[in-house]
């Protein structure tokens, strides 16, 4: 615990100066003053504040806390392994890369339409390496082991925990799977000994670990997640067997309860830092957990048994191999497609729901304590008490969106996105598929505006999944040639630059300060504002242009008239902070 709480106060103060040292210096001085003051507390709590002091010090002088982020990568021979017998084997190359997700835990191994489908059904962490892959992989392990050393178990659990490490290994250290291997560890070692250890050492111990070994990945998104879970399992789901059928142990009460808890104690992770939450994902994963809990032993033992099969019957053997697994497989995703389509209940927020971050972290220290507050007890309160949960899930995705926002905008790098109405403008290149992500939390725009092919991608991507319609290409003469060979549901629109047409008050025009453009830029411009037909009408011309050219793009706003543009135009340097003016220029068009 010493190590917990010192590792989260560094988190907090990490960007301080002298706060590393700070903390060493108040530590020491609080042994020292532990070690001479009158002990008043009972013996072993007095030992155990000891050994937490003792261990901060440690921590503060040994850990590596100055460490960065790790880019995390399969290893080469294991990768290698795994692509080989696939190559081997009857699956699709859609089926491997599911299998290869499912093995590696990891979600780039995946499809990103199914990515996408997976993560708005909550079952993305079953393609992400966690205490599921590991507990299920050491306990295959155990299984054959114990019927191979009947009497000598040691030897067994030795093999697993050896081979459950190298597995570790292989996937280099990944947070959820180091804090899966850490519990299984200590359990076994605590079972060799006849000793058993209870959920809070095993939460403290191991998280303790990795705030010591591996820093940066201590109180993570990964951390969070993967600690909420267990931390639902080992008190929250207790507190539900209690309440309902305490003496039943039907697969589908326990199995309802366990997917409950975990929803619960990962609700508040994932609204504060996604702000979404799948709440289909709950029945979605009560069904296929399990169905993963089945099919990945199949997949382990498949792999297996294909590498002892020599080269000159591979052929004729792999296809027989695979055979309960590629029947699993199939199974698992066509239940994943019908569940996911029948309602995957994904919900996103514009900005993290305070209330709802706040209740369900009220409602997980409620049932945490259950077990020790007895006015909870009684039958007239434990009714009320169970259908809390299910009650809090359904009004947070019943509870009604916040109104439409009249103006959004989003800057990145060569590329800058308005939201005005319900009409989405994309201005500039496409880099990344984020670029063409639509706000989370706001229903979509019915009309799509944009400039660059780079941008296509992303957009037909959008308009297959929210059925948008209305979508409108105001490229050059050279591009809009090269589209129109295609069959694309995208209106072109050569002769009118993007965000000419905005509204009838006003007009807006990026620059990226290209030389090649710059007479096509100030042909449009004038265009635009020959055609305006209200008195009132304003213009902004945003002056994107590279870091390296920003006194190039001050002198054009210097000689706005000598380039032949009207004052009816206002020129802004598009900066980190040009939100602020261009919001205020459009709601309060006379003060400019």
């Given amino acids: 615990m010493g190590i917990c ?29 532990y070690s001479f003051l009158p002990k008043t507390i009972p013996r072993n709590i007095d030992k155990r504040l000891y050994f937490s002091l003792s261990a901060s010090i440690l921590f503060l002088l ?70 599921l892959h590991l507990g299920i992989f050491i306990g295959s392990l155990q299984c054959f082991g114990n019927l191979c050393f009947r009497k000598r178990k040691w030897i067994s659990l030795l093999l697993s925990l050896g081979v459950g490490f190298l597995y570790l290994v292989a996937l280099d250290f990944p947070v959820s799977f180091l804090r899966a291997y850490l519990f299984v560890f200590l359990s076994l070692v605590a079972s060799l000994f006849y000793r058993k250890i209870g959920p809070s050492d095993l939460l403290a111990i ?13 109180l993570s998104i990964g951390f969070l997640l993967s600690f909420g879970a267990v931390y639902g399992i080992f008190f929250l789901k207790p507190s539900f067997d209690q309440i309902l059928l305490p003496k039943s142990k039907s697969f589908i009460k326990e199995n309802f309860h366990l997917t409950l808890a975990c929803s619960i104690c990962s609700f508040p992770v994932l609204v504060y830092y996604f702000r979404s939450f799948s709440f289909g994902g709950i029945w979605i994963n009560f069904l296929l957990v399990p169905m993963a809990g089945i099919l990945l032993p199949t997949l382990y033992l498949s792999f297996f048994l294909q590498s002892l099969v020599p080269k000159f019957l591979m052929t004729t053997l792999s296809s027989w191999i695979w055979l309960p697994a590629s029947f699993e497989l199939s199974i698992f995703l066509k239940l994943f497609h019908e569940l996911g389509n029948m309602g995957r209940g994904y919900k996103t927020w514009v900005s993290t729901p305070v209330e709802f971050f706040i209740v369900s972290i009220l409602i997980t220290i409620l049932f945490t304590f259950y077990p020790k507050l007895r006015l909870l007890k009684f039958p007239y309160i434990k009714f009320p008490l169970y259908i809390l949960p299910t009650f809090f899930l359904i009004v947070s995705y019943c509870f009604p969106m916040p109104s439409f926002p009249f103006l959004q905008t989003k800057v990145r790098k060569r590329n800058l996105s308005i939201w005005h109405g319900d009409h989405l403008y994309l201005f500039g290149s496409c880099d990344s598929k984020g670029m063409t992500e639509l ?154």
């Fill in 439 to 592: 706000t989370p939390g706001l229903p979509p725009p019915k009309s799509i505006s944009f400039e660059s092919e780079s941008c296509l991608k992303g957009i037909l991507a959008s308009m297959k999944k929210y059925q948008i319609t209305d979508v409108y290409w105001h490229g050059t003469k050279n591009s809009l040639n090269w589209i129109s060979k295609f069959k694309l549901p995208i209106k072109s629109k050569e002769t009118e630059i993007l965000g000419a047409g905005m509204n009838p008050l006003f007009s807006i025009i990026r620059f990226d300060g290209n030389p090649n453009e710059v007479e096509w830029f100030l042909q449009r411009s004038k265009q635009a504002d020959k055609s305006r037909i209200n008195s009132r009408w304003k213009g902004i011309l945003l002056l994107d242009f590279p870091p390296w050219k920003k006194k190039e793009a001050k002198e054009w706003i210097q000689y706005q008239k000598l380039l032949g543009i009207s004052t009816a135009w206002k020129m802004i340097l598009v900066e980190e902070t040009f939100e602020i003016p261009l919001r205020d220029y459009l709601q309060h068009t006379n003060l400019l």
């Fill in 5 to 33: 709480g010192t590792a989260f106060l560094l988190k907090l103060g990490l960007k301080v100066p002298g706060f590393h040292s700070i903390l060493i210096l108040f530590s020491l001085l609080l042994l020292i003053l």
């Fill in 62 to 131: 040994f850990a590596n806390v100055h460490s960065g982020p790790r880019k995390k990568t399969i290893h080469p021979l294991f990768r290698s392994y795994l692509e080989t017998q696939l190559k081997h084997s009857p699956l699709t190359k859609f089926e491997s890369r599911i299998v290869m997700g499912f093995v590696t835990g990891s979600t780039k191994e995946i499809p990103g339409n199914f990515k996408d489908i997976a993560k708005e059904s909550g079952i993305l962490h079953l393609f992400a390496a966690s205490g």
């Fill in 206 to 218: 191991s998280s303790g670990c990795i705030a010591f070994f591996l820093f940066y990945d201590f």
